[in-house]
Nanobody
């Protein structure tokens, strides 16, 4: 019923920036919470950032001060601005949305080189 489509992953040097986008095929005003998770092989998937329908934000300690999550309701899109990237940020990043059910994007690779 809902698809989440991600854009913006890629290769970047340490200290650089990337912006991830997550477009939803349903109005995100009907979502309680949208967010970004990341995962590397052999490690548990972890929450990076989330934003609720009342714009409450929550971040992993490792990204506080560097990443910013935001939303554009008119575009049904959630963004993750990633600044001061570090090699340890390398992971597959997946968009998450809670609507009537939980939905996940395909995932997009972010690679940060030293």
């Amino acid at each position: 019923q809902v698809q989440l489509v991600e854009f913006g992953g890629g290769l970047v040097q340490a200290g650089g920036s990337l912006r991830l986008s997550c477009y939803a095929t349903r109005t995100i005003l009907s979502s309680d919470v949208m967010g970004w998770y990341r995962q590397t092989p052999g490690k548990q998937r972890e929450l990076v950032a989330e934003i609720t329908r009342i714009s409450t934000r929550n971040y992993a300690d490792s990204v506080k001060g560097r990443f910013t999550i935001s939303r554009d309701d008119a575009k049904n899109t959630v963004y993750l601005q990633m600044n001061s990237l570090k090699p340890e940020d390398t992971a597959v990043y997946s968009c998450y949305g809670r609507f009537d059910r939980d939905y996940w994007g395909q995932g997009t690779q972010v690679t940060v080189s030293s």
